[in-house]
């Protein structure tokens, strides 16, 4: 047992270690191995073969051909088409219907031979006697009408000719300047305005304003600044002179190697070394993988199983 750590068999969760099944027998190459071992074992199912198919009766599951129409009795159907024509000949009353004579063709267009009657009147192509024509009397008679559209022409609509009225030049800008003196005339005062018409939220312009600017302000005149401060030499870089720091470096001191001291291992009163109780131990687990392939692969359905693709 080490003195340190857990053992091999506390750290896989056995109490004790497992026996073995398999000590002392021969190895067994699965290189060219059978599967199912107990087929290549003692007798076999044997069968006698595949039948080809031929005119024997041995290819075939019955000991006889058996035929589908086996003692039915043969039926010519030329014999049946008799008899049938037979039994509906003498459903007939009387001897079969013959005319008295056969059919008339017609010799050319326009005659009536061969037809059931003769012609007609109302098809008749000659020309019915008429009444001698009476022309009606004559209208009475006006003067044609006068030539002219009417406008600018004299005498030339059923009334009387209009009077002539002057049509001064820009009458109606005249009219309506005139109108506007007259309202002008009867106004009081300006126009009302109100001051309470809706506006708009922001201005067309943000930097236009009614009031006027303030003066400009004159900026203060601006103080000297104080020097920058310049160190009266420049800084040192460190070496082997220790001229960089602000004082020397610390002095030498040698250290010899000294081993630090082990500490004593507790012991009991049988002189054994104490070894605290372990935790809970664990066990080998299977992974989910196995045990899935374990459930849907077993000995039962390994013939009949189905690989499934995802």
């Not at 069968?47 to 024997?56: C, M, N, V």
């Not at 267009?109 to 008429?130: D, E, H, N, V, W």
């Not at 309470?196 to 004159?218: A, G, I, R, T």
């Amino acid at each position: 047992m080490p003195v340190e750590g857990k053992s091999d068999m506390e750290r896989i969760g056995l109490f004790s270690e497992m026996g073995y099944v398999t000590i002392g027998d021969k190895y067994k190459s699965l290189y060219m191995r059978p599967f199912n071992e107990a087929a290549s074992k003692n007798r076999q199912m044997l069968s006698e073969g595949t039948k080809t198919l031929s005119a024997l009766q041995a290819g075939y599951f019955e000991p006889q051909f058996v035929r589908i129409f086996e003692g039915e009795a043969y039926s010519n159907p030329v014999q049946l088409r008799r008899r049938y024509r037979l039994a509906e000949s003498k459903k007939n009353v009387g001897k079969a219907f013959l005319p008295s004579n056969g059919d008339k063709l017609p010799c050319g267009l326009g005659s009536y031979y061969g037809t059931i009657g003769g012609s007609y009147a109302y098809f008749s192509p000659q020309l019915k006697s008429r009444e001698r024509y009476i022309p009606p009397g004559k209208n009475f008679y006006t003067n044609p009408g006068k030539k002219g559209s009417g406008f600018g022409y004299a005498n030339l609509t059923i009334g009387e000719q209009y009077p002539h009225e002057p049509d001064d030049y820009e009458a109606e800008r005249i009219k309506a300047r005139k109108a506007q003196e007259e309202h002008r005339r009867l106004l009081k005062g300006g126009p009302f305005r109100l001051n309470l018409y809706p506006q708009e939220y922001f201005d067309s312009n943000p930097y236009f304003s009614d009031k006027p600017l303030p003066p400009v302000k004159k900026s203060p005149p601006k103080k000297p600044g104080a020097p920058p401060f310049i160190p009266s030499s420049p800084a040192k870089k460190s070496g082997g002179m220790k001229g960089g720091t602000f004082g020397p470096y610390p002095s030498y001191s040698a250290e010899p190697y000294v081993s630090k001291k082990s500490k004593a291992v507790t012991t009991g009163k049988e002189g054994k070394v104490f070894h605290p109780s372990s935790g809970p131990k664990s066990r080998p687990v299977t992974s989910i993988v196995t045990l899935n392939v374990t459930r849907s692969l077993n000995a039962k359905n390994y013939k009949t199983i189905r690989l499934t693709s995802y």
